[in-house]
Structures are given as C-alpha cells and as structure tokens.
C-alpha cells in the first residue's frame, strides 16, 4: 500500500500562483498512476488532473487547462500540481490519489487518497 500526504496549499489572491506536493511512503510512487482532485464547498470531488507512471503523459479538465501543470519525481517519490492564474472558482481541498493500471477520471477509480490540502483564492 501507499501513504499519501499532500501540502502546500493556502490562502492566494486571485491570478497568484500555488504549488501542491503529494508525497508517498510505504510504496514507490512509481507504482502508480496519479490524480488530483478537488472539492468545492457544497460540490462533488471532481477531477483535476491525471499524469501516468511514467510522467509522459498527462490530463487535464477543462477548467484548468493551460494553467495548472501536473508533474512527477519518481526518484523523489513525489506528484505536484503547478497552479497559475488562480480564479476564485478554484477554492477547494485538493486531493492527490493514487491506483493501479492506466490513468482514469473518475474519483472512484482510485484505491489510495491522501488527506487533502485547502486552496483558498480570495482578495
């Protein structure tokens, strides 16, 4: 099995930057493909970003694209998620999730789940 921790997030203004850390303990990250999440207040967890074991191939919901960058350092055993541009919309606990196979979307699709990091974008 793999422990999850994610850190890094906060309170930024609106067009600030954020970079999330997910780091893993117990298992190689390598192991696994890897996705974040978030959920909004009243909302349902949807998915933000999936990059695969490898770290060559990456995915990316539509509200994000060309602003959040997903990457991994498997040597270090660590996912990031690279966040420009923040819009308030982005407020949200943001979760780094792991499993086994291909890279999918869907939440329940992931075996492991860290505990989730707040972003908050406010003026």
């Known amino acids: 099995q793999v422990q999850l921790v994610e850190s890094g997030g906060g309170l930024v203004q609106p067009g600030g930057s954020l970079r999330l850390s997910c780091a893993a303990s117990?298992?190689?990250?390598?192991?696994?493909?890897m996705g974040w999440f978030r959920q909004g207040p009243g909302k349902e967890r949807e998915f933000v970003a999936t990059?695969?074991?490898?770290?060559?191939?990456?995915n990316y919901a539509d509200s994000v694209v060309g602003r959040f960058t997903v990457s991994r350092d498997n040597a270090k055993n660590t996912v990031y998620l690279q966040m420009n541009s923040l819009k308030p919309e982005d407020t949200a606990v943001y979760y780094c999730a792991a499993r086994v196979g291909i890279t999918r979307t869907q939440a329940g699709a992931y075996d492991y789940w860290g505990q989730g990091t707040q972003v908050t974008v406010s003026s």
């Open positions: 117990g298992r190689t990250v390598s192991s696994y493909s």
């Open positions: 990059i695969n074991r490898s770290g060559g191939t990456t």
